[in-house]
């Protein structure tokens, strides 16, 4: 009897512990990743879908994508001006070099409150001073610093934050090599003591505005991502144009003095060129504080808030054979110079009408000092292509959202699948939500997402009409649910009008928005 009792317990364990191997077998290495090698860059969407998705970062600023932003206001920082009786934690985490910040430290001129958590620095080899992470028309500066910060006014913890659309604003200040820097030598001087990864050491606090350059007034803004895993779409960026300058001996403190290994590792791994290469731009543009002497820079915003938010409201609820005949360049700008020829022409009075109420409104509007219109996002409360997997707009959370898509591909699914999938959830969620902020332009995948919710009839005709447009135009090519396939989709979407903009609505805009299954 005790033998064969012995015998179950033992086989009782073995069959747990095989449990645990088999429901669990990414716990041991889906932690590590790095810059090169087996676990760099292109390998990190394996365990961390979201660096192969949507709106990521760091990416190129070049012409083409900057857009001239009157209404961008100088950053303002708060409490950066640090007594020497703090402490700071400066630590080494394997990947960088990391300045822990305190939470009175906090940015305005944001849409919310943002209060600091860290700092943190990108850099190259001891021998090739390119080391930044963002671009500047190619160029790649010897270092960039990273201030971050999470959305305080939403969230209570950056851990809450971080992977949620609107979490996260993170400053990038390029860095120089040159003269010598005395604001960085107060941490840089400690760098021995955290040579090895996991190691700190405290070190006096001081002036951190110090480290960021003079002029607060002149940066890029964008959309975009943690540049480094797990790589959330959750970042409102702000990259300043001027670097700051640090000395030649400075710059190498950071890339020969540390490694990423553990100290008692016996071969030490060198850590430098800790940075990530530029991203694909995903219809976004950067809007910047600044105008160039040549008025390069100059082009100014395609449309305005305004008129991007009744443009969307028109897709959602209006006349979408106005849309085709005469707002067609508002949905797809790069179509704008082209003549269009629409099949079905209908009377232009009413969109006349409605370009009158827009640029009345317009002229009446209060001047947005961030260049946000965070109210904009609650009038269009949507979320017709990702409402199959359980997420609504104000639960957004990119971890539930990956758990939903991961449960809904079934057991056998495999990285890239899931990586696609997540993609397509949530390009359309942050394309739309970016282009209200005047940050995107719209696509046509966006577009279709809408289109979701409307009659089939029209609603086909103008993805017709937006397919072929495109296509003339040489567009990159369309991605699936072409035509016919649209008129299968489902959707239900609710919107709310805000009270204040209902004024604005349209007058041939409906009330409410129709739900409907096909
Ligand atoms: C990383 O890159 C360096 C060259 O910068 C190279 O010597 C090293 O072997 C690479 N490490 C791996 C793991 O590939
Ligand atoms: C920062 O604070 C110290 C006192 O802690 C003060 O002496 C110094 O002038 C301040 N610096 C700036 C730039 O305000
Ligand atoms: C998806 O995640 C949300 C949390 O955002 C949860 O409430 C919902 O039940 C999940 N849906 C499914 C189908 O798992
Ligand atoms: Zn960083």
New binding site residues.
């Given amino acids: 009897m005790r033998k064969e009792s012995l015998a179950r317990y033992f086989y009782k364990m073995l069959f747990t512990q095989l449990i645990i191997l088999i429901a669990f077998p990414l716990s041991s290495t889906g932690g590590t990743w790095t810059y090169?090698?087996s676990e760099g860059e292109h390998h990190w969407s394996k365990h961390y879908p979201y660096c192969g998705g949507a709106f990521q970062s760091p990416i190129n600023f070049q012409p083409e994508l900057l857009r001239y932003d009157p209404d961008l206001l100088p950053v303002q920082v708060h409490n950066y001006n640090l007594s020497s009786k703090e402490q700071l934690t400066f630590s080494n985490n394997g990947h960088s070099v990391q300045l822990s910040l305190p939470s009175h430290m906090h940015l305005s001129s944001l849409p919310d409150q943002y209060t600091a958590a860290q700092l943190h620095f990108h850099w190259g080899?001891p021998h090739m001073l390119a080391g930044s992470e963002h671009t500047v028309s190619g160029r790649q500066f010897p270092a960039e610093m990273h201030v971050v910060h999470f959305n305080s006014g939403k969230y209570p913890s950056i851990s809450i934050a971080a992977d949620k659309a609107d979490g996260l604003a993170v400053l990038g200040v390029f860095i120089e090599v040159g003269e010598f820097n005395p604001a960085f030598d107060r941490f840089l001087k400690f760098v021995k003591g955290i040579k090895y990864r996991d190691q700190k050491v405290q070190v006096p606090a001081f002036n951190i505005q110090e480290l960021l350059p003079a002029h607060l007034e002149q940066y890029y803004r964008y959309d975009g991502s943690l540049t480094t895993p797990p790589c959330y779409p959750s970042v409102l960026w702000t990259v300043f144009r001027m670097p700051v300058t640090i000395s030649l001996t400075q710059y190498k403190a950071l890339a020969t003095g540390l490694f990423s290994s553990l100290a008692q590792e016996s071969v030490p791994v060198p850590l430098h060129?800790n940075y990530r290469k530029p991203q694909l731009t995903d219809n976004r543009v950067v809007l910047v504080s600044f105008q160039e002497v040549r008025g390069q820079h100059g082009r100014h915003l395609v449309a305005s808030p305004l008129q991007r938010r009744q443009i969307i409201q028109q897709l959602l609820m209006g006349d979408l054979s106005d849309v085709m005949d005469e707002s067609l360049h508002h949905l797809l700008p790069k179509l704008a110079r082209k003549p269009w020829v629409a099949k079905k022409r209908k009377t232009n009075q009413r969109y006349q009408h409605w370009s009158q109420i827009t640029e009345k409104k317009q002229r009446n509007q209060m001047p947005n000092p961030t260049g946000k219109t965070p109210s904009v996002w609650k009038t269009v409360h949507i979320s017709p292509c990702w409402q199959k997997y359980g997420i609504n707009e104000d639960s957004l959370s990119y971890t539930h959202l990956k758990n939903n898509v991961t449960l809904q591909l079934g057991r056998h699914h495999t990285d890239i699948q899931v990586v696609k999938a997540l993609r397509k959830a949530v390009f359309p969620e942050l394309n739309l939500r970016s282009y209200l902020n005047c940050k995107s332009d719209l696509d046509l995948q966006t577009i279709r997402c809408l289109l979701r919710t409307r009659p089939t009839d029209e609603a086909t005709e103008l993805d017709q009409a937006l397919t072929k447009a495109s296509q003339r135009q040489k567009l990159k090519p369309m991605a699936e649910n072409r035509g016919p396939a649209l008129t299968k989709l489902t959707g239900q979407t609710s919107v709310t009008i805000h009270k204040n903009a209902h004024n604005m609505v349209p007058a041939n805009l409906k009330e409410h928005a129709t739900e409907w299954e096909d």
């Fill in positions: 090169n090698g080899s060129r």
